[in-house]
């Protein structure tokens, strides 16, 4: 049965501990895999919830039990507010980078294979086969660092992809509860310009690619890893949520 990714991001402050005690809920239901509260270390209002479940019904059931609390309307709020027409903030509190909103995916791990990256596991799919990217392409990737160490390498590293063709997501974010966990957030607006970006990196790389390198620091939550996915938006609808369509109304100006 499919694993299940949840990704949120959201910028307001006031969201935090909304989201952190759902995590914590969330952490005690049967199924979960992570449910983990980030920062971004660059955009301090810009907040990213990540979970991930063991199966589709455990998210199902785990979600029906937020619903019995009283945490449900504050978590569905905070859900209405990243939603289309919101994807760039609200008026009182428009995003300086990045979109807010909500995806879900079924969780898949890559490697980087003869630099190119392969899905690591592959049970049910024919080997001779490889799917297609058609969309935008989402990136989860988390990995560790030093809480004392210097940062300054990421947000150089940040600022010079975020400035390549076809990035229109690169940002950094910190874990609230396990400051040691990192995350790395990204979007690429076809396979195209992510090929061109990871082949331009494969050419300046030295050393062992980064599906290889050993973690410098432990973990005490979660497991590190590369995903890549199919960029897909959800919203609640009459209690359901639902892939957002392509297109969306404006939230500054009314027809």
Not at 201 to 222: D, L, M, N, T, W
């Amino acid at each position: 049965m499919a694993v299940i990714r949840v990704v949120l991001q959201t910028n307001s402050d006031k969201d935090v501990a909304v989201l952190q005690a759902l995590s914590a809920h969330m952490r005690d239901q049967p199924g979960c895999i992570q449910a983990e509260d980030h920062r971004s270390i660059e955009f301090n209002d810009n907040l990213l919830h990540l979970e991930r479940w063991t199966s589709p019904a455990a998210w199902d059931a785990a979600w029906a039990s937020v619903q019995r609390t009283d945490l449900g309307p504050s978590v569905s709020q905070i859900l209405e507010a990243c939603q289309a027409p919101h994807h760039n903030g609200l008026a009182e509190s428009p995003r300086a980078y990045g979109t807010s909103g909500l995806e879900f995916y079924r969780h898949s791990r890559f490697s980087a294979e003869r630099s190119f990256w392969q899905a690591i596991d592959e049970d049910e799919r024919p080997l001779s086969v490889r799917w297609p990217i058609w969309s935008k392409i989402r990136i989860v990737i988390q990995m560790t660092a030093d809480t004392e160490a210097d940062i300054s390498p990421r947000l150089q590293n940040a600022a010079r992809t975020r400035a390549e063709r076809g990035c229109e997501h690169f940002e950094f974010f910190r874990s609230l509860d396990y400051p040691e966990n990192i995350a790395l957030i990204e979007l690429w607006t076809d396979a195209e310009t992510y090929d061109l970006h990871w082949l331009d990196r494969v050419r300046q790389r030295r050393g062992p690619p980064p599906s290889a390198a050993p973690s410098p620091i432990a973990r005490r939550y979660g497991d590190t890893g590369f995903e890549f996915y199919n960029h897909t938006r959800y919203q609640q609808i009459a209690g359901v949520f639902q892939p957002e369509p392509l297109g969306w109304r404006g939230s500054m100006l009314m027809m």
